[in-house]
């Protein structure tokens, strides 16, 4: 079973470091073709993909935001952690962690998608 | 980026059919997959490859299109289907619409 699991500080100031950790189970990260991402939803708003890293250590980032985000992942490959510096108040969010899933069937390929997700850690940028 | 297009709610009644659109700023082929999210919960992968049904998902669900026009549907709604629709693309970096959120009549 595939279970993933974010932690984080809850609530920081704004121009502070926001640090993450994602902890999962059921698989790991040192198979090839796993990735990890990093999703954020603010309150009653869409989701936006934030970041990703592979088995490989290869490191993926939304454009926007690729300044202030550093994701990595523990040598035991059962843990992922983002870093967001200067976060400030649109940085309050919900945020994701979940595993992308490749679809090919042998002649055609469907594109990823995150298939587990975690319930969320809930961050809140105030003074 | 890749812009997604959802409208933003719809309202049906149970038993009926609900169709979801979204529409793609440039063509992504057949890269788009639904997502469901109930509220306070994580989302929950429905629809994967535009029309592939992913593990464990009923098959009143279902979705259809190439390019830049895709077409989520629910058939019959079911009580427990009140949430809200995203769709997503893997044609480049990831991106979500802006959900639609389907409602009881």
């Known amino acids: 079973q595939v279970t993933l699991k974010e932690s984080g500080p809850g609530m920081l100031q704004p121009s502070k470091t926001l640090s993450l950790t994602c902890s999962f189970s059921g698989f790991s990260l040192s198979t090839s073709g796993m990735v990890v991402s990093w999703i954020r939803q603010p309150s009653g708003k869409s989701l936006e993909w934030l970041a990703a890293?592979?088995?490989?250590?290869?490191?993926y980032y939304n454009p926007s935001l690729k300044s202030r985000l550093t994701v990595s992942k523990d040598t035991s490959n059962t843990q992922v952690f983002l870093k967001i510096t200067s976060v400030d108040i649109a940085d309050t969010a919900t945020y994701y962690c979940?595993?992308?899933?490749?679809?090919?069937?042998?002649?055609?390929?469907?594109?990823?998608?995150?298939?587990?997700w975690g319930q969320g850690a809930s961050v809140t940028v105030s003074s | 980026d890749i812009v997604l297009t959802q409208s933003p709610a719809l309202a049906v009644s149970l038993g009926q059919r609900a169709t979801i659109s979204c529409r793609a700023s440039e063509s992504v082929r057949s890269s788009m997959h639904w997502y469901q999210q109930k509220s306070g919960q994580q989302p929950k992968l429905l629809i994967y490859g535009a029309s592939n049904l992913a593990s464990g998902v009923p098959a009143r669900f279902s979705g259809s299109g190439s390019g830049t026009d895709f077409t989520f549907t629910i058939d019959p709604v079911e009580a427990d289907d009140i949430a809200t629709y995203y769709c997503?693309?893997?044609?480049?970096?990831?991106?979500f619409g802006a959900g639609t959120k389907l409602e009881l009549k």
């Open positions: 890293i592979d088995w490989d250590g290869d490191k």
């Open positions: 997503q693309q893997s044609r480049n970096d990831p991106t």
């Open positions: 979940a595993r992308r899933r490749d679809y090919y069937d042998g002649t055609y390929y469907y594109g990823y998608v995150m298939d587990a």
